[in-house]
Nanobody, 123 residues
Framework: QVQLVESGGGLVQTGGSLRLSCAASARSFSYYAMGWFRQAPGADREFVAT????????SYADSVKGRFTISRDNANNTVSLEMNSLKPEDTAVYYC????????????????WGSGTQVTVSS
């Protein structure tokens, strides 16, 4: 069983930056690929970024590529999402997720989910 707790959300102006963190309670954190997803009001949950067990491989949604960076610290059981050049369309609840094995980009492929953290970008 893995518990995930996100933090770092908030209100920021267009062009600003935020850093989200996800703390995981897992005996073998490095067994898990990690992902960030987001869900805007009235929309489906969508993929943002994923990182493999070592942190050596990452993948991003086209909408955030070049602006967001995912990273992990296996010694401290954390995964982060650095978000720069934020836009109003980035406004959403951001969720951290974990799965055993390789990276993935689909919601249904992830087993464990946090409760989310709100990010609001004002225009």
């Amino acid at each position: 069983q893995v518990q995930l707790v996100e933090s770092g959300g908030g209100l920021v102006q267009t062009g600003g930056s935020l850093r989200l963190s996800c703390a995981a309670s897992a005996r073998s954190f490095s067994y898990y690929a990690m992902g960030w997803f987001r869900q805007a009001p009235g929309a489906d949950r969508e993929f943002v970024a994923t990182v493999n067990w070592s942190g050596g491989s990452t993948s991003y949604a086209d909408s955030v590529k070049g602006r967001f960076t995912i990273s992990r610290d296996n010694a401290n059981n954390t995964v982060s999402l650095e978000m720069n050049s934020l836009k109003p369309e980035d406004t959403a609840v951001y969720y951290c997720a974990a799965k055993v094995g390789s990276m993935a980009t689909e919601v249904h492929q992830y087993t464990y989910w946090g409760s989310g953290t709100q990010v609001t970008v004002s225009s």
